[in-house]
């Protein structure tokens, strides 16, 4: 009886001392959260007030110049004259896009406008998109999710610095989130909504080519139609207006080497460790990442769930970039509110993960905001979090899997 009543008693200062480890757990999780919301307030403020007073200083003006000399005729990537149109907007440095043609549909509209107009058209833009991105996501997952969507949403690092330099990372989230939402019942419409994505196609190697898998295998050919459409005709229509804008990129980009552009991302920290000198070596992690994901998505193609497979692979696509800044882990988010549902299923605490926004919206707090090697470990965390926050599920379904066979 005695014995009986001590087992009882531990078992009960074991659940006390669990119950405790839950409060502190959610208490620091929702400090973390308070504060990368309010570093978000602050952020969008100094975002605002910089798209009206210190715009020039910012990405978006290397589009505007690229823009007005797009629609005039003129060489979008010659030097001088970006450099010409940037300073008379009050730039302090040049700054000249190395985005392929296939993006210059997006920045086309700005030369019409004066740079104030257009400045101010951008950040509506960026605004939008990221609304509708939220809205789009929370449309995905369940109601809780939901509400988490826009807190995750609105205090994610990465959104927050595309709208403050005027980056296009949040319209790459934008057609990420649309095709996760249509693929299933508008394929049409999600290859479309894949246009931007041809911005920055280094970006989405691995994820590309399981799109072009994936499509084959399952008959999809919709969405390749609506993207190979919608890419052929923005690309009519920019060579219309200037015939020789691919040459002109192409001798831009052997000008200018962005494989020696300074980044901090894996891809480049791999190299510099490997053999700084050799630039192929810059393009191994992406290679071995197209092999991964081609393996992966065979393994699962009688089963491929894009709000599943489909975002581990996006993250090792971005993880494995070899070229990409801070800003393109904007499209990310669909994973990180992915794996915030998953955790909370699992009876996981999403604290990891409160720290890690917290942690990078103080860094750019501190005006150190994509040069630098302070966020080089982002890319990682959000990887590193949705395969913590997934591993059960990932554990059921391989022993399901077992169980079939």
């Known amino acids: 009886m005695f014995e009986h009543h001590e087992g009882s008693l531990r078992e009960n200062a074991s659940e006390a ?25 602050l ?16 990405d978006f003006v290397e589009y505007w110049a690229a823009g007005k000399l797009l629609v005039q ?94 980056q296009i990372g949040v319209f790459l989230l934008l057609a990420v989130s649309l095709f996760l939402l249509l693929h299933k019942q508008h394929p049409l419409l999600a290859g479309i909504a894949l246009l931007p994505c041809a911005a920055k196609p280094h970006l989405f190697l691995p994820f590309g ?64 460790a490997v053999g700084p000198q050799k630039a192929w070596v810059q393009f191994l992690p992406v290679s071995a990442a197209c092999i991964w994901g081609t393996v992966y998505f065979f393994k699962r193609r009688d089963r491929w769930i894009w709000l599943d497979h489909g975002l581990l692979l996006l993250l090792v696509s971005v993880l494995c970039a070899p070229y990409s800044w801070f800003t393109d882990e904007a499209v990310l988010l669909p994973c990180i509110i992915a794996g915030v549902g998953s955790a909370e299923k699992a009876g996981r605490t999403i604290l990891p993960l409160a720290a890690m926004l917290a942690i990078s919206s103080f860094e750019l707090l501190k005006g150190k905001w994509i040069d630098t090697g302070a966020l080089v470990w982002t890319a990682p965390a959000w990887l590193a979090f949705y395969l913590y926050a997934t591993r059960k599920a990932d554990a059921d379904a391989t022993k399901t899997e077992q169980l079939a066979e």
């Open 43 to 58: 952020l969008g403020g100094v975002a605002i007030t910089a798209s009206y007073d210190h715009v020039a200083t910012r």
């Open 209 to 272: 080519i399981v799109i072009l898998l994936w499509a084959i295998r399952s008959k999809a050919y919709a969405v390749l139609a609506g993207f190979f459409a919608a890419l052929f005709l923005t690309s009519a229509a920019v060579w219309l207006v200037n015939h020789q804008v691919w040459s002109q990129w192409i001798a831009f980009v052997h000008l200018s080497k962005p494989a020696e552009t300074p980044i901090w991302n894996l891809s480049r920290m791999f190299r510099l």
């Open 17 to 41: 001392r669990k119950g405790s480890r839950i409060r502190v757990s959610k208490v620091l999780t929702a400090g973390f959260l308070l504060l990368a919301l309010g570093f978000a307030v």
């Open 73 to 166: 005729g003129k060489d979008p990537y010659a030097s001088d004259a970006v450099w010409s149109l940037e300073y008379s907007a009050g730039s302090r440095f040049p700054v000249i896009p190395m985005n392929p043609p296939f993006f210059m549909w997006m920045v086309a509209p700005l030369g019409f406008l004066n740079f104030d107009t257009a400045a101010r058209f951008w950040l509506l833009l960026q605004l939008a998109s990221v609304g509708v991105s939220i809205w789009v996501i929370a449309k995905l997952h369940e109601r809780r999710q939901a509400a988490l969507a826009w807190v995750l949403g609105l205090s994610f690092s990465p959104i927050l610095i595309n709208i403050l330099i005027g």
